[in-house]
């Protein structure tokens, strides 16, 4: 099976790096420390230190590989700021039919990595992300959803 391409800008592609440079160096030294000084104290099966410890390593190794597969599978990809239409890496803002404009939800179409703070993202492979992409705003968009067919209006973009 061929591995997932991630879409992603340079700019992210440069923090992920970043990140996976600093959890296999400093991370990994500092969690051997910490289950070191853990083990210290005695018994392991009762030792909740250890324990959390070790916890903190899965969670670590895990992003480490979720990096890694990340950079390992990706196209580099431009964001045009000054685009009128939805694109890779655009915030969308959407009212779905029948609620009211204060309602409004705003969707950032590409990748869990490079969502900004307080906005949910969309795949631009999901059904949502995918009939958004090259609308405008003001544009009706009807897309499938498992519970039927859904149309959203696009009342803002940045």
Known sequence: MAAEIHRITKET???LQAEYLELTTVGRTDI???????RLLGDLSENGDYHAAKDDQGKMESRIRQIDQVIRN???V???ETA???QYASVVKILY????VDDALEYFIGSIEEKPDGVAVASPTSPMGSAL???KVGDHVTYDAPSGAITITIVGLR
Not at 32 to 38: F, P, S
């Open 13 to 15: 592609l440069a923090k």
């Open 32 to 38: 051997a420390r910490v289950i070191e000084a853990a």
């Open 74 to 76: 990706h196209e580099l």
């Open 78 to 80: 431009e964001r045009d």
């Open 84 to 86: 009128e239409q939805v």
């Open 97 to 100: 039919e029948g609620d009211d």
């Open 133 to 135: 992409l090259g609308h």
